[in-house]
């Protein structure tokens, strides 16, 4: 079975520095990882995807992500960051093959980004 | 472009009524969820459905029902509510390949007193 581990709840920040939000998964075949982005009160939004080839992701808002298989990671990071950027941050997980519909999430990372 | 539409926004339900969540998505896709987030919880799967007539259970899906008549709705269903239901509830739609991603609701802040 799939599971995802963020590996911290919380992320304080001050702005323009770099951050990374480490995220870690499980899985017995290959998989299709995601990071999604939660602003207050609102719903989730794609930040980036892996899905194959190159193992550096770029998405949204200057964030970028590094599938490690052999480390079975994909920690997100953005080189400087802005107070826009505080939300909660989700990783999760799809595996590959057939019809696997379910996406399993790890349990966020709120990052805090502070003037 | 809808996409994922949720209602309603806010509900406060007394202890033992009852309610619907309704989800309703335009993208055609064949499969819908709905979690509930829960603070340090992240996301957890209640029900799932792989297309229309077909409904599964997610990791917690006592108390709750859903039915699948149609691609486009999946409502959720609180038979009787208790105060462990206050949460906030999502409704996520995507296509039915594990390689693309899903598209969430505004979501439902749903208050059992």
């Known amino acids: 079975a799939q599971s995802v581990t963020q590996l911290d709840s919380q992320v304080p920040v001050f702005e323009e520095a770099p951050v990374e939000l480490r995220c870690n998964y499980s899985?017995?075949?290959?998989?299709?990882l995601f990071w999604y982005v939660q602003y207050p009160n609102q719903g989730l939004q794609l930040l980036l995807k892996y899905l194959s080839g190159s193992t550096l992701v770029k998405g949204i808002n200057g964030f970028e992500a590094e599938f490690n298989k052999s480390q079975t990671s994909f920690h997100l990071r953005k080189p400087s960051v802005h107070i826009s950027d505080t939300a909660e941050y989700f990783c999760a997980v799809s595996e590959g093959g057939g019809s696997n519909y379910k996406l399993t999430f790890g349990k966020g990372t709120l990052l805090t980004v502070n003037p | 472009n809808a996409g994922v539409t949720q209602t309603p926004k806010f509900q406060v339900l007394k202890t033992g009524q009852s309610m619907t969540l309704q989800c309703a998505q335009d993208?055609?896709?064949?499969?819908m969820s709905w979690y509930r987030q829960d603070p340090g919880m992240g996301l957890r799967l209640i029900h799932y459905s792989v297309g229309a007539g077909i409904t599964d259970q997610g990791e917690v899906p006592n108390g709750y029902n859903v039915s699948r008549s149609t691609t486009e709705d999946f409502p959720l269903r609180l038979l009787s509510a208790a105060p462990s239901q206050t949460s906030v509830y999502f409704c996520a739609s995507r296509q039915r390949q594990g390689r693309t991603e899903a598209f969430f609701g505004q979501g439902t802040r749903l208050t059992v007193v």
């Open positions: 899985s017995s075949v290959s998989v299709y």
């Open positions: 993208m055609n896709h064949e499969y």
